[in-house]
């Protein structure tokens, strides 16, 4: 019984796709231990959901290899919704968890000026692209997939002369990648931050738009998303999730890739997951939740994967 609470946080740290088999008597219903005994949970499964059940005692080897073609046959039909439908309905050993929001106690007024400086690569200044509106429409994203698909894409440098109309071509190059030229050709509102020390571009995106463009950028070509994290910008000022995406393809020895940086306020840190367009964001997600309290909405399972149940406040503000 008192190893039943870190099984569970041992299976809520493992990222999807995890199954579970069942593998003993002892397991499965708590075997002769469970007679009358206080100390004995009477089968995993009122922990932890399991897909394929092992009995014997122990089981044959003959056995095992049934359980795992078994598994596997289960895993070729299966769902992805209905086994997260599942999960949440017979669930037994789970606690939800509230945040508590406490007063910071810096305000971070000494360093709001650079904190809201912008880069002096950037193509939009920060204070005109905070007030813009939601640039991306379910028709636009439909329109843009549908040229991504459909029509093999010629990126170029044929920037929006609205904000680089005193740039002259080969400035335009220097502080402007690929990708951000491309949004800017389809009206897609970003902010280009430059290149990191790695020659990496990055962008920031609105959380509003954020959910819209990852979709576009994912049939643009960047299936895989290589990491994600956030951090404290400032004390007292704004949070930030990092994206870093890569574009994989057959043949290329150094894949292109750029970092997306997505602020929210500390005082509602609300972001959308991308969970449902790159699976790899399901535990990083929950990690920086966990961290620094960011709610990744539409989430599937946005709870806690390396603090306790019982810590009432984010660990890193």
């Known amino acids: 019984m008192k190893m039943a609470p870190s099984l569970v946080r041992l ?6 796709p995890k199954y579970v088999i069942a593998m003993g008597a002892c397991t499965i219903t708590g075997g002769m231990f469970s007679t009358d005994s206080y100390s004995t949970v009477r089968g995993v499964d009122k922990l932890i959901p399991v897909d394929v059940y092992l009995p014997g005692c122990p089981p ?97 440098f044929i920037v929006n002369a609205k ?39 990055t962008l920031q995106i609105k959380p509003e738009d954020w959910h819209s463009i990852a979709v576009i950028l994912y049939v643009y070509g960047y299936n895989y998303l290589r990491s994600q994290c956030a951090y404290d910008v400032a004390p007292g000022g704004l949070l930030a999730s990092v994206y870093h995406l890569t574009r994989i393809e057959c043949g290329v020895d150094q894949p292109e890739e750029v970092c997306i940086k997505v602020f929210a306020s500390r005082r509602n840190p609300r972001i959308p997951s991308v969970f449902w367009v790159w699976k790899s964001a399901d535990f990083q997600e929950r990690e920086s939740y966990d961290m620094l309290g960011i709610s990744y909405d539409n989430h599937p399972r946005l709870k806690r994967i390396l603090m306790p149940e019982s810590w009432d406040r984010m660990a890193l503000t």
Request: hydrophobic share 30%; proline share 4%; aromatic share 10%.
């Open 11 to 16: 299976y809520e740290q493992m990222p999807e």
């Open 163 to 201: 904000y680089l109309s005193n740039k002259n071509p080969g400035e335009i190059k220097k502080m402007q990648g690929h990708l951000s030229a491309w949004l800017v050709k389809h009206g897609l509102v970003h902010r280009s931050l430059g290149f990191d020390y790695q020659g990496i571009e």
């Open 60 to 156: 044959k080897p003959e056995a095992v290899i049934d359980a795992i073609t078994k598994l596997r046959k289960k895993i070729s039909r299966e769902i992805y919704e209905d086994r997260i439908r599942s999960q949440r309905e017979n669930r037994c050993f789970t606690t939800n968890h509230k945040f508590r929001v406490g007063c910071s106690t810096h305000t971070g007024n000494y360093d709001q000026r650079l904190l809201y400086q912008s880069p002096s690569t950037s193509e939009i200044p920060l204070e005109t692209f905070l007030k813009y509106k939601s640039s991306v429409s379910f028709l636009r994203i439909c329109e843009l997939v549908k040229i991504l698909l459909y029509r093999k894409l010629h990126i170029n």
